[in-house]
């Protein structure tokens, strides 16, 4: 157990509030508080007396506080091995005050970049001092408890309470834990903004404060965690846990439908990829017109919708089996309906921007990449052919081309308007993403006459354009740049089609 009865604390904390209710338990157990400057004010003005590390130190802070309890006294006081002699007799040799307690909250590093502060002013806010102590009280946890973060103050309070005032050492040594990951963040996040401005960032660093164990991997067999703060992004409003395969889609969904940022739009996906998308005047013409695309891969999807969820929605959703619904607010009674279903996810999505660096891990290490933040539109295509396309098929390009970005390479996209027909997903050829389009589109009904297709990559061949004309297909949009367009275009001139180029790949492996 090797209990430790509390009798002093240093506290030196930026933030004083929710101090208080941990002094008073502090006091009533009769500590002895020794503080620094602003905190002992803090402290003096609650009634509590305080030894200013200034008398332990006999320094005054220096340097516009950049050295305060930097020193020997304090850190000896901290660092010191109660058990063993040698220590004792220095501890006393040198009058250094034992220090059981260190409550350190340090200056908001990752909040003064995030305001947009001066360098000047980002530089004062690296700390040094608390950053040390809490190093310090954490490698002793042996004998000292560090409270390294605000959101702790309310568990010691019940500590102390539950144990008279004493710690144990499994308590110290979570804490201690605790204030590895505090400091380990803080120094990477000081990282991050001294190296920004080099082209090759010369490590990576990444780091994520909170954990959620998931029901399994991808697989039952398969562990999975997940790490970072959902709740930063959605309101959970119903439903099971997410689980490794969902958050997947879930990503891929938000992804999908930042495309669609006006109009109401409704994407449904599968294993990440769109079997459903559309726009329309409303969002339940929106929902039937992406349901309608492959009714059978939407059984199990995940939805999401860029508008509130109406109950006319609503009631055509809640005749579907699916995973998980992801938008932007819920009607009332839209919102009762859907949760008569207690496993259906249900999400309220927040409009936060994601991150811009994607990475992921791969053989030894880690890759990273911009985020495909590029989206073409009309204004971005180059008509590479004789005719050039009709606004109908020129709205219909534009929809392909943003379903095609998010759609695993090779593919190849069929949509009418603003819905998509069917795609071919992650196929080896894109000849072969071509006609596994073509015939799932049939398959569900669609007419492919005046439909037009998105490409993520060039045509290395003219096969393509063939098969889709023979299909019905009039417009295309794809990136160009293979040696051989022209003879694309060649087989597009030959049969009427509209060809337009955007200069921009999509490959999404
Ligand atoms: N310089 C030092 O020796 C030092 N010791 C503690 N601090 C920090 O000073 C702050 C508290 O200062 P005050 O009690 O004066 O408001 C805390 O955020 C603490 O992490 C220091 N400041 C920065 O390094």
Do not use: W
Not at 253 to 272: C, D, R, S, Y
């Amino acid at each position: 157990m090797n209990t430790v009865k509390i009798k002093s604390a240093l506290i030196s904390v930026y933030y004083k509030d929710g101090l208080e209710p941990l002094v008073r338990e502090l006091q009533k157990q009769g500590v002895t508080f020794y503080s620094t400057g602003g905190t002992q004010d803090f402290l003096e003005k609650l009634g509590v007396e305080v030894v200013p590390v200034e008398t332990v130190t006999d320094y005054p802070s220096i340097f516009g506080g950049r050295v305060k309890t930097l020193h020997p006294k304090i850190f000896g006081g901290i660092l010191h091995r109660r058990g063993h002699e040698q220590d004792q007799q220095e501890l006393r040799h040198f009058q250094i005050p034992a220090l059981d307690l260190v409550i350190v909250d340090l200056y908001p590093f990752e909040e003064t970049v995030a305001s947009g502060a001066s360098e000047e002013d980002i530089i004062e806010k690296i700390d040094i001092g608390g950053i040390s102590l809490i190093r310090a009280a954490a490698k002793n946890f042996q004998d000292v408890l560090i409270v390294s973060n605000r959101e702790q103050y309310g568990e010691v309070v019940e500590l102390l309470q539950a144990k008279d005032g004493s710690t144990d050492l499994s308590d110290r040594k979570r804490f201690a834990a605790k204030a590895f990951d505090v400091s380990s963040h803080y120094d990477t996040h000081i990282f991050q903004h001294l190296s920004k401005e080099q082209e090759l960032a010369p490590a990576f660093k990444q780091s994520e404060r909170t954990s959620q164990a998931l029901r399994y991997g991808e697989n039952p067999h398969q562990a999975g965690t997940f790490y970072g703060n959902l709740d930063q992004l959605f309101d959970k409003l119903n439903g099971k846990e997410l689980s490794y395969n969902n958050l997947v889609d879930v990503d891929a969904a938000v992804l999908l439908m930042a495309e669609f940022a006006n109009q109401p739009a409704v994407a449904i996906l599968k294993h990440t990829n769109a079997c459903g998308v559309a726009v329309a005047d409303t969002l339940h013409q929106a929902y039937l017109n992406a349901l309608a695309c492959d009714p059978v891969s939407a059984f199990g999807g995940v939805i999401i919708a860029n508008k509130t969820i109406d109950l006319a929605t609503a009631q055509e959703l809640n005749k579907l089996f699916f995973e998980v619904l992801i938008a932007p607010a819920f009607d009332q009674d839209a919102l009762e309906l859907l949760s008569s279903k207690k496993n259906r996810i249900l999400l309220r999505q927040k409009p936060v921007q994601l991150p811009t660096k994607l990475f992921k891990t791969l053989l030894n290490g880690v890759i990273e990449q911009d985020k495909d933040s590029a989206t073409e539109t009309a204004k971005d295509f180059k008509t590479a052919t004789n005719r050039a396309p009709s606004p109908e098929e020129v709205e219909g390009l534009e929809f392909a081309l943003k379903v095609c970005k998010h759609t695993k390479s090779n593919t190849i996209v069929l949509a009418k308007g603003n819905q998509l027909l069917a795609s071919g997903v992650g196929q080896t050829s894109r000849v072969d993403a071509l006609r596994q389009a073509i015939e799932k589109a049939r398959s569900f009904g669609f007419d492919l006459q005046g439909a037009v297709m998105a490409s993520d990559a060039f045509f290395p061949f003219p096969d393509c354009v063939t098969i889709a004309s023979e299909a019905g297909i009039t417009a295309v949009v794809q990136p160009g740049g293979s040696i051989k367009d022209q003879d694309s275009i060649d087989a597009c001139n030959e049969r009427n089609m509209a060809m337009v180029m955007t200069g921009v790949r999509h490959f999404k492996h």
